[in-house]
């Protein structure tokens, strides 16, 4: 039963950039919180980017900042993380979540989320 689907995991040298897409199946994302959640080799997944209802975006850390960015078409039902000057540390698992009652006060926070993509993989190599 697949609730949400990522895509876009590349393989990429550093400085380079990606968009990774999120839709759902078989709901649509137009009026939810959405999250992309990053899993670097052997550590916890982070929460990297939360989207609100209202398309405020809130993000995990520093280290992002000024290089991802979300966004959102509903006519699409799509979600796209934009990343840009990828670095090594940014080499990962990436994940959208959403949920039917997820609060953007704590939408970096994975159990928040109850609705899972499976993942795409981004690896940031020269």
């Known amino acids: 039963h697949v609730q949400l689907v990522e895509s876009g995991g590349d393989s990429v040298q550093p400085g380079g950039s990606l968009r990774l897409s999120c839709t759902a199946p078989e709901f649509t994302l137009d009026d939810r919180v959405i999250g992309w959640f990053r899993q670097a080799p052997g550590k916890g997944r982070e929460g990297i980017l939360c989207?609100?209802?209202?398309?405020?975006?809130?993000y995990g850390g520093d280290s992002v900042k000024g290089r991802f960015a979300i966004s959102r078409d509903n006519v699409k039902n799509m979600v796209y993380l934009q990343m840009n000057n990828l670095k090594p540390e940014d080499t990962g698992d990436y994940y959208c979540?959403?949920?039917?009652?997820?609060?953007?006060?704590?939408?970096?926070?994975?159990?928040?989320?109850?609705?899972w993509g499976r993942g795409t993989q981004v690896t940031v190599s020269s």
């Open positions: 979540a959403t949920g039917r009652s997820v609060s953007y006060t704590y939408c970096l926070r994975e159990e928040e989320y109850d609705t």
């Open positions: 989207l609100s209802r209202d398309d405020v975006t809130k």
